[in-house]
């Protein structure tokens, strides 16, 4: 069983900065890639950053600049540090996690989400 555990989710004012943790954990070989998403409301889910085991990394365009992922290999712990923060920025933050189980099967776990709200 794998779990993804968030944490640093909450409220901040319009340039504000949050950093959200998840820490993984399970009986599985490896964790491969890392990553968050968020939904907001009326709106579909997307990916924000995502980061390999490698430490390659991707972002959606609305974040460049603003936000950045990291994690801790040791730890199986990505974090997304988010630096001025926009309203549009609301949503709810969902970690994701691709493992890799003994039997080399891959499968996509996460998190239970953690509320970020941006004020004008």
């Known amino acids: 069983q794998v779990q993804l555990v968030e944490s640093g989710g909450g409220l901040v004012q319009a340039g504000g900065s949050l950093r959200l943790s998840c820490a993984a954990s399970?009986?599985?070989?490896?964790?491969?890639?890392m990553g968050w998403y968020r939904r907001a409301p009326g709106k579909q889910r997307e990916l924000v950053a995502r980061m390999t085991s490698g430490g390659r990394t991707n972002y959606v365009d609305s974040v460049k600049g603003r936000f950045t992922i990291s994690r801790d290999n040791a730890k199986n712990t990505v974090y997304l540090q988010m630096n001025s923060l926009k309203p549009e920025d609301t949503a709810v933050y969902y970690c994701?996690?691709?493992?890799?189980?003994?039997?080399?099967?891959?499968?996509?776990?996460w998190g239970q989400g953690t509320q970020v709200t941006v004020s004008s």
């Open positions: 399970g009986s599985i070989f490896s964790f491969n890639a």
């Open positions: 994701n996690a691709a493992a890799l189980d003994y039997s080399l099967n891959v499968a996509n776990y």
